[in-house]
């Protein structure tokens, strides 16, 4: 047992859970933890908008599988974390985030940069802490990582009034601790793993469908021992991208909205999917009545509240993903059961798949978006890690740059939070420092948080920006071309700003490419360089993203390239 103050209990809580670095902004509600700073071995990262810094513990607790940290201050500095929050919830991303708030006896009183925190974040959060007392914040920071990192990952908020991270008190750090109500984990189902694979084993067309939750439980080996020893193919959510090296022969990719072709039209002729770690969004899978529809669904999820949510289940697998599968692979072994004749469903898989690599009708410039990604697929090294912000370029990249290295590729996909992708990848740079880290970006999202240029530069962060400029609102231009008449109200940028002279104004490196050799270059050029990289790479304003599943339609009416 030790006196110190709120804040320096709080500092040293959050070093005896790992923490390394915090993402945020000082104000003066939370200036008792700033102050602390320059006692601790804790690196403070300074972003430009507090939303910012929330995605960039995003990032980094994607890429980590730890909560990234991020403070704010009280009232302003706190709402503007929210979206933040609601984003890191939606994708089930661990997250800590710390505001300041106003001393307890002003709490409820208007006082300047007061806001109901609590009260706002409830819905987005996996639980909201707000400690009265100065001796309660070790076990309450305790808690909140726990909460945070296991079963299904979320944030956790931790709001601490001013004259609580100043009072001094008694501080016990515990190893042990309760949580009343809370059981994160499930016993592994034995049972349920024999019948699926009983299931499995009788369907005429097996596939299995990988969402996030394969991602974030890293069960990667698992998934791709059980495709290939049962011969299944492997389709993908979109947050699920990357779960299979989409260069795989049983790979079929994305589906969904803007899922790939050859993906949409084998899970419409499945009969029975193995559904792993996916909460089965209307994004995914269209009308929830027609995918259901002659479909025997197998739902393997951590969250109990996910089973028969949104698809009726005849079998439910509770429980961590990559334990429930590596019993299956057990079982599997056990049996000696290995498919090693090529059935006639992977075969006609095989055949589907090649076909549309085949005819699938690109962009005929030489500047389409496929013909870009794939070359950025082609120069980044396999290991290193792309985010992407919120639009065409985000489509696009579903369905043109393959995850060859899985755990690779993140998005914000639950809430298709605009600006995410830039201060993510600052996140997941500092998560993995080692290796290239991309942020494929449109123009209109990396204008809403291109200020993190600041803190990528003056924070040693060399990610690179990587955008796809057609200078307008290209998802949106796209559905008004589509569904109103092309009446394009609210879209157009007018190539403002200039990508090269903003990213030169900050310190960071700029270049632009207008053809595939001048993209070449600029691609080695931001992997061999030790600053961050904007590439701006203008493209055709009017080229859609195809296949298009319109909102409301099942996958059967996927929209083709013409």
Known sequence: MEKMIGAKALMTAMEKEGVKQVFGLPGGANLPMYDEFARCDIRHILARHEQSASHMADGFGRVSRKPGVCFATSGPGATNILTGIATAQADSSPMIAVTGQVPVNMIGKDAFQESDIIGMT?????????????????????????????????????DIPKDVQQNEAEMVFPDEFKIQGYHPWTDPDIVAV????????????????AGGGTIISSAFAELQSIAETLMLPVVTTFKGKGAFPETHPLSLGPIGMHGRAEANKMMTEADCVLAIGTRFSDRSVGTFETFEKDLKIIHMDVDPAEIGKNQTAQLAVIGDVRVNLRIMVKLLLQKAIKKTEETPWVKHVKETRAYWKENLKLHPGEMGAAKILRKLRELLPKESIVTTEVGQHQMWASLFYDVIQPGTFFSSTG??????????????KVARPDVPVVDIAGDGSFAMTENSLATAVLEDIPVIVFVLNNSILGMVAQWQRTFYDRRMIGVQQQSNPDYVKLAESYGAQGLRAQSMDELDKAIKTALSSDVATVIDIPIDPEEDVLPFVAPGTSLKDMILPS
């Open 122 to 158: 409830n819905p987005v959060v996996k639980y909201a802490y707000q400690p009265r007392n100065a001796s309660e914040i070790p076990e309450v920071v305790r808690k909140g990582f726990y909460i945070a990192e296991t079963g299904r990952p979320g944030p956790v908020l931790i």
């Open 194 to 209: 024999e019948k699926a694979i009983d299931m499995l084993l009788h369907a005429q067309k097996p596939i299995i469908l």
């Open 415 to 428: 809430l298709g939070t605009m600006g995410w992708g830039f201060p993510a990848a600052i996140g997941a």
